[in-house]
């Protein structure tokens, strides 16, 4: 059979993956062995070319992704019912730093963006309405519609109200989770001007948000309380919307090095792909943008189960080694202390997609950041203050992880799937196909298909290709989720409601 049905990812590896479906009886000749495929196996799902005893692990990506429930033989079709994962709760760890250092030029790119007053740099301008409490999301919606009939846009990207459901009925940290990310809303570059709505008897004061976000301008962000006004709130919000309006529409995009970009790495609907094609290619954008100076965050805790010493040995100091074990143990001990096992993360949309555990989907997942050094390590709602390769705690749910990454002041967002998804979070969110299926079925949510990979493109000419048409999306060209008009936040609820 021809090398090009399947792919052994590392040379240690006790598995390869199809890379179209094989039926029973099919043979593949793998380091010189013919070896006779089981079962029917989908493309995208894994055969075992080394016999395994129960117990005995398997290995992909060159790192066991489990161990065999039974006696398997090579020729298998391993998937969950045969392999189960190796977590299990916290553990203790040793630094072995590795040397993570990037040896890639410096090209001197720019992007077109928004220099705002604080030197940050926005890839959109648009005017946003961000409510204090879940209970004022009509009068912020309606807000926004009349300001856009009013003003079709002349000057601005788009208007929009970030409803949620919180802001009330909160405790504690969970309550600060809430203001925190707000907060960070408020203050993200790709906002030329914020409204901050509120009621008034919530438990999200207004006068205290607004001294949570600092040194901010004040020209630029403005406080309705509703509660307060007499008469028509929203004739008030649109005196107050006008006069945002008019400086906003006057900001100009401007060449500014790529090395003020932020890039999200997130993943959703993965599949036996994710980890061959599209999240190795953002792990070169990654290294790529990090060598020029600029920033990448991965996120999805969860996601880095089985594979975090990888992360943990790339960290530049042993502080940042230590956040690293915290925020893996802490995640742990969220789930724990919920009665949830730590190694059941793969969704069915995963597994029929061919991935059998979290340890599988994970060493997919950590590919998006690629092979350079970690900078910075970051707690839920924390905003960058490192240039560089940066961890953020957050879970792997795809609306409240995509958020938490535009929170922490990333301008656009990479999200590569298998499965597909329409969805976008609050800055541009870009779909990466990993398969050429998923792009041809739905062109209308996919921005790029690093499904061509599968057929023979090289990686360096398809990571130029995904580099253009992310400075392209940072200058001003719309993403998938832009043009459809799907953009959403959802907050990391983890705590009770009063």
């Not at 398997?58 to 045969?82: C, D, F, M, S």
């Not at 907060?183 to 914020?194: E, Y």
């Not at 029929?352 to 979290?358: D, E, Q, V, Y």
């Amino acid at each position: 059979m021809e090398l090009s049905s399947f792919i052994k990812i590392n040379p240690a590896d006790s598995v390869v993956v199809c890379l179209r479906p094989f039926k029973k009886g099919e043979t593949i000749n793998v380091d010189g062995k013919e070896i006779e495929v089981k079962q029917d196996t989908p493309a995208g799902h894994k055969v075992l070319i080394k016999d395994t005893a129960e117990g005995g692990n398997v290995i992909k990506y060159g790192y066991p992704i489990g161990h065999a429930r039974e006696n398997l033989t090579a020729g298998q079709w391993v998937n969950e019912n045969n392999l189960k994962t190796n977590l299990a709760g916290t553990l203790s760890y040793e630094y072995h730093p590795v040397d993570a250092k990037l040896d890639i030029p410096v090209e001197n790119r720019t992007f077109k963006g928004y220099v705002r007053k604080n030197g940050e740099v926005g890839t959109r301008n648009e005017i946003w309405i961000v409510p204090t409490v879940g209970c004022v999301n009509g009068i912020g919606e309606q807000l926004a519609k009349r300001l856009t009939e009013e003003t079709h846009l002349e000057g601005i990207d788009a208007v929009h109200c970030w409803h949620h459901n919180y802001g009330c009925s909160q405790l504690d940290a969970d309550h600060e989770n809430t203001r925190k990310v707000l907060r960070d809303i408020c203050l993200h570059p790709n906002a030329g001007a914020v409204l901050v709505l509120s009621l008034g008897c919530e438990n999200n004061q207004p006068e205290a948000f607004m001294e949570l976000l600092g040194d901010y301008d004040k020209s630029r962000i403005k406080l309705l309380i509703t509660q307060k006004v007499k008469g028509d709130e929203l004739e008030e919000g649109m005196n107050i919307l006008r006069q945002l309006y008019a400086l906003a529409k006057e900001d100009r995009r401007e060449d500014v090095p790529v090395s003020k970009l932020r890039i999200g790495l997130k993943c959703g609907g993965s599949d036996g792909f994710s980890g061959i094609t599209a999240n190795p290619l953002v792990g070169e954008l990654s290294d790529w943008l990090v060598a020029q100076g600029g920033t990448s965050v991965l996120t999805e805790v969860p996601e880095m189960f089985g594979a975090e010493t990888i992360l943990m040995n790339r960290c530049k100091t042993k502080k940042l080694f230590d956040q690293t074990v915290s925020m893996i143990n802490n995640f742990k001990e969220y789930f724990l202390s919920h009665g949830e096992p730590v190694g059941e993360n793969p969704s069915p949309g995963n597994k029929a997609g061919g991935i059998s555990t979290l340890e599988d989907k994970a060493l997919g997942c950590t590919q998006k950041c690629g092979k350079g050094p970690v900078s910075g390590v970051m707690e839920y709602g924390e905003r960058i203050q490192n240039d560089g390769l940066n961890l953020l705690s957050a879970p792997g749910n795809d609306l409240v992880a995509a958020t938490a990454l535009a929170a922490a002041g990333c301008q656009i967002i990479t999200f590569t799937t298998g499965r597909g998804t329409p969805f976008g979070t609050f800055v541009p969110t870009m779909k990466i196909s990993t398969n050429n299926d998923l792009a041809e079925r739905k062109p209308n949510w996919i921005d790029f298909n690093a499904g061509q990979l599968l057929n023979g493109k090289d990686m360096v000419s398809v990571r130029n290709a995904f580099i253009d048409k992310v400075i392209a999306v940072a200058s001003g060209e719309k993403a998938r989720n832009e043009i459809n008009g799907y953009s959403e936040i959802a907050i990391f609820k983890n705590g009770v409601t009063l």
